[in-house]
């Protein structure tokens, strides 16, 4: 049986394939130190320039850990057999929700 024959299957391959490009994306951030060096800094103004970049910087991380959070329930969903359904009330997914955010666990009506 190939992926294209089990939609489940399918969902999986992707979600591992985007589990794997959120966590090297992480290694990545991590390897890096962007902490502000106020050595670094010619002044006052360029020490906010580069701590306002690493609140950014540190914003995107937690919004990648969060989504990595949300790609293994999913996995756990699809191993159970409940992906694709809206774990609030039960009913299926859209196909392009699921598409555009594979982790979704919310129909559009209940997310939020």
Not at 53 to 79: F, I, P, T, W, Y
Request: glycine share 6%.
């Amino acid at each position: 049986m190939t992926t294209d024959d089990d939609p489940l299957a399918e969902a999986r391959a992707e979600l591992l394939e985007l589990e794997q490009e959120l966590t090297e994306r992480l290694a990545e951030i991590d390897s890096k130190d962007n902490r502000p060096k106020m050595d670094s800094a010619v002044g006052r103004l360029t020490f906010m320039d580069e701590l306002q970049q690493h609140n950014m910087a540190e914003h995107g991380r937690r919004n990648m850990e969060s989504q990595l959070s949300r790609v293994h329930a999913a996995l756990v969903r699809v191993k159970e057999g409940t992906y694709g359904t809206c774990v609030n009330c039960g009913i299926a997914i859209p196909p392009e929700r699921l598409e555009f955010m594979p982790e979704a666990s919310h129909c559009v009506q209940c997310r939020g």
